[in-house]
């Protein structure tokens, strides 16, 4: 859950200056990616892997780590040596586990440490067009009349989707009915037919077919309107909680890292962010860069890790 800003980073650009174990022709940045190749996040961490390994003379190589709900991938730098110096791509994931989970092979505290808050993307409320609600207050009004008649669609029980839903829920006060999917493909056509009337999703999915009118757009979960969806309310505009909620990626290097090496890769990363060239690749894939630096990326790492663990509560979400 992250509200979408763009903020300096503050890290000179003289830091990325390299020490001998970064030095030009020095080796590898290995990248770990917990997602099959071809995804967003498969595109993110290529673009930017590419560009960090440039300021730093490195070469960067990308493995494609899925299974086990990231945590196969995230075991496996939780262990990875200190040099070639590697990055875990991280996402929305890293801090559900913990609470989803009845025991990881890690600690996501004490084995990693955050390098930088890199994208989000933004999550949208979203309406079939067959209800009644042309805003959020009204959406919320028949979620009142109507105790848990309203069906949404996820991805499936303890995804981002399924917990900041579960979390909107609480927050305003009102229950929902749960139906897990397998992806976009499985849940929108029946989100078309009105078999479960909503969904909060990613705008990446869901501007399109907002657009072509084949569904209705309420709200985006930030606490402030999209630059790029100005007559788009943010969700606590029509009365109901201001529950944030995006698909965020992050780096982690796992504590083996010095914490000098560390450094660098993160002023590379922030400095990558900012580039013109960068934060135009993103947008064009309505990914939006972030680049919030280590120190509030922990911050925001236990913020999250919180807020999931209230979710998880209150949904009795469970992993089979």
Same mark, same amino acid.
């Given at each position: 859950?992250?509200?979408? #800003?763009?903020?300096?980073?503050?890290?000179?650009?003289? /830091?990325?200056?390299?020490?001998?174990? *970064?030095?030009?022709?020095?080796?590898?940045?290995?990248?770990?990616?917990?997602?099959?190749?071809?995804?967003?996040?498969?595109?993110?961490?290529?673009?930017?892997?590419?560009?960090?390994?440039?300021?730093?003379?490195?070469?960067?190589?990308?493995?494609?780590?899925?299974?086990?709900?990231?945590?196969?991938? #995230?075991?496996?730098?939780?262990?990875?040596p200190?040099?070639?110096?590697?990055?875990?791509?991280?996402?929305?994931?890293? #801090?559900?586990?913990?609470?989803?989970?009845?025991s990881?092979?890690?600690?996501?505290?004490?084995?990693?440490?955050?390098?930088?808050?890199?994208?989000?993307?933004?999550?949208?409320?979203?309406?079939?067009?067959?209800?009644?609600?042309?805003?959020?207050?009204?959406?919320?009004?028949?979620?009142?009349?109507?105790?848990?008649? *309203?069906?949404?669609?996820?991805?499936?029980?303890g995804?981002?989707?399924?917990l900041?839903?579960e979390?909107?829920?609480?927050?305003?006060?009102?229950a929902?009915?749960?139906?897990?999917y397998?992806?976009?493909?499985?849940?929108?056509?029946?989100?078309?037919?009105?078999?479960?009337?909503?969904?909060?999703?990613?705008? #990446?999915?869901?501007?399109?077919?907002?657009?072509?009118?084949?569904?209705?757009?309420?709200?985006?979960?930030?606490?402030?309107?999209?630059?790029?969806?100005?007559?788009?309310?943010?969700?606590?505009?029509?009365?109901?909680?201001?529950?944030? /909620?995006?698909?965020?990626?992050?780096?982690?290097?796992p504590?083996?890292?010095?914490a000098?090496?560390?450094?660098?890769?993160?002023?590379?990363?922030?400095?990558?962010l900012?580039?013109?060239?960068?934060?135009?690749?993103?947008?064009?894939?309505?990914?939006?860069?972030?680049?919030?630096?280590?120190?509030?990326?922990?911050?925001?790492?236990?913020?999250?890790?919180g807020?999931?663990?209230?979710?998880?509560?209150?949904?009795?979400?469970?992993?089979?």
């Open positions: 859950m992250i509200r979408v #800003t763009r903020r300096a980073a503050g890290v000179a650009l003289a /830091s990325l200056a390299a020490p001998a174990a *970064l030095a030009q022709g020095a080796g590898q940045l290995r990248i770990v990616v917990p997602f099959p190749p071809g995804g967003s996040a498969d595109a993110q961490a290529r673009l930017l892997g590419g560009m960090v390994a440039e300021r730093l003379g490195y070469s960067a190589v990308v493995e494609n780590r899925p299974g086990g709900g990231t945590i196969v991938a #995230t075991q496996e730098v939780a262990r990875a200190a040099s070639p110096p590697t990055l875990l791509m991280v996402s929305n994931s890293f #801090t559900i586990n913990p609470s989803l989970q009845a990881l092979p890690y600690d996501i505290f004490r084995d990693f440490q955050p390098v930088a808050l890199a994208t989000a993307i933004p999550h949208v409320l979203v309406v079939s067009p067959a209800l009644p609600a042309r805003n959020v207050a009204e959406f919320l009004a028949l979620a009142r009349a109507q105790p848990s008649a *309203l069906h949404f669609a996820t991805p499936g029980i995804t981002s989707n399924h900041n839903t979390l909107f829920a609480r927050r305003a006060g009102v929902f009915t749960h139906v897990p397998r992806g976009f493909a499985q849940w929108f056509p029946d989100l078309l037919a009105n078999r479960v009337q909503f969904v909060i999703g990613t705008v #990446t999915e869901l501007l399109e077919p907002a657009r072509a009118g084949q569904v209705r757009m309420l709200a985006v979960a930030q606490a402030t309107r999209l630059p790029g969806l100005p007559d788009v309310p943010a969700l606590g505009e029509g009365g109901g909680p201001a529950v944030a /909620s995006s698909s965020w990626f992050g780096f982690m290097a504590a083996s890292v010095p000098a090496i560390r450094g660098r890769l993160e002023a590379a990363l922030l400095d990558a900012r580039a013109p060239e960068a934060v135009a690749r993103l947008q064009d894939m309505q990914i939006t860069p972030i680049a919030r630096g280590a120190d509030a990326f922990a911050a925001f790492l236990r913020e999250e890790h807020n999931y663990a209230e979710a998880i509560r209150v949904s009795g979400a469970r992993v089979e």
